[in-house]
């Protein structure tokens, strides 16, 4: 399941695991990353905080967790390679990985087309 955020993050559910990440559309309007901050291992995050910083050659952006729960991975290759996020950002690119703590906060998040909606 693929859902996104209106602050332009986009989640992929596999059971109870996500992968989060920033959006097409994200990673265009910011232009080259130079930089990747991701949350930490084993952090607890609450839906709507601040999960990861990325910076570009135009903006400093926060990156906000679409769900709470514990981060069990991160992608230390885009911490690494920051480009990896502008060539791939809903593959390669993706942030971390969090354990979701209440799935019902899934339900508040918009399918594809509704996330197409408000870009329009």
Do not use: C
């Not at 986009?10 to 990673?27: F, K, N, P, S």
Request: hydrophobic share 45%.
């Amino acid at each position: 399941m693929l859902k996104f955020t209106q602050d332009h993050e986009w989640i992929r559910l596999e059971d109870d695991i996500a992968t989060v990440g920033i959006t097409t559309h994200a990673q265009e309007r910011l232009g080259d990353l130079v930089f990747v901050q991701l949350p930490a291992a084993n952090v607890r995050l609450e839906k709507g905080s601040v999960a990861a910083v990325v910076e570009s050659v135009k903006a400093a952006s926060d990156v906000y967790s679409p769900v709470s729960g514990e981060v069990v991975e991160i992608n230390q290759a885009v911490v690494d390679e920051p480009a990896l996020v502008n060539h791939d950002p809903m593959g390669q690119g993706w942030f971390f990985k969090i354990k979701i703590s209440d799935p019902s906060q899934l339900e508040g998040l918009l399918d594809e087309q509704g996330y197409q909606a408000t870009l329009a």
